[in-house]
């Protein structure tokens, strides 16, 4: 992708997030270019999951309809989700306890821990506790996977109900990591009621609570609420704070996740 058409993204990104559409015919105005040019951009970031395409321009994706499942999600923003979560990972520490909801975000995360000692990990996520298993046999994992109990969500591949609850009350963790299906300045929220009632818990149990999501999930607001933002003590996530957020976050630690190239060149 050429600079001028990365710039176009950004802008295109930008607006999406500040007013949830866009105008084709004016974004060809303001960057001076075709509307074919616009409608490539367009139907790009559409197949890469952060708008749908509307009659005379486009709208940021929400799932209207409830999440997809599991499986269906995994390729959507891989690139901004191992971003985030490579981050993430990096708040973890040697003897920590901490919990782990679903979700695909979470299960980058899990791959991306390596090199620590004494960890014990608390996890709902059936792919998230696999991932673990197989670092630990590859020699990159050090320390305990504890499965929650329940039933099986089985598009979600996470486990859920009273039972799950039930076990998370008997522990207390350092931190709970956290990728709801949205976050806006009414807080987080989830598609479906049981996952909400999981991620609820485990906010309950931890002493700091870590949300991490990429960027088409600022904004969004899910049906089930989880937690107000004064619930949250960090934010990581690929994107800076919204403009219009700033006074809304600023008892939140915000980490911004960029690419691996340009943190390297900001330390030379």
Same mark, same amino acid.
């Given at each position: 992708? +050429?600079?001028?058409? %990365? ?26 270019? !075709?509307?074919?040019? %616009? ?95 197989? !670092? ?21 591949? !996470? ?84 403009? +219009? ?15 691996? !190239?340009?943190?390297?060149? +900001?330390?030379?």
């Amino acid at each position: 992708m +050429s600079i001028l058409a %990365i710039e176009r993204k950004k802008t295109i990104l930008d607006q999406l997030q500040a007013t949830g559409k866009v105008n084709a015919a004016d974004l060809a105005s303001l960057f001076d270019v !075709s509307m074919e040019t %616009i409608r490539r951009d367009l139907d790009l970031l559409e197949k890469e999951g952060f708008l749908t395409r509307v009659h005379g321009g486009a709208v940021k994706s929400n799932f209207e309809f409830g999440e997809p499942p599991f499986v269906q999600r995994q390729s959507l923003q891989l690139e901004s989700k191992q971003k985030v979560a490579k981050k993430a990972a990096q708040l973890v520490k040697n003897g920590d306890t901490i919990v782990v909801g679903g979700g695909t975000t979470i299960l980058e995360m899990a791959r991306a821990l390596r090199g620590l000692n004494k960890l014990t990990v608390l996890t709902s996520s059936l792919p998230t506790a696999n991932a673990l298993i197989e !670092s630990y046999h590859q020699g990159l994992f050090h320390g305990k996977v504890i499965l929650l109990g329940g039933e099986i969500n089985m598009e979600q591949h !996470s486990t859920v109900g009273t039972i799950c609850e039930k076990m998370l009350g008997l522990f207390h963790v350092n931190k709970a990591f956290l990728s709801p299906g949205g976050i806006s300045l009414t807080g987080l929220t989830e598609y479906e009621l049981e996952e909400s009632a999981i991620s609820k818990k485990m906010i309950e149990v931890a002493k700091e609570v870590i949300v991490i999501v990429d960027q088409s999930k600022i904004g969004i607001e899910a049906l089930c609420k989880i937690s107000p933002l004064q619930g949250i003590d960090v934010i990581v996530c690929d994107q800076d704070v919204p403009l +219009s957020w700033k006074p809304h976050v600023e008892k939140i630690e915000w980490i911004l996740a960029e690419d691996e !190239s340009r943190e390297k060149n +900001s330390t030379e």
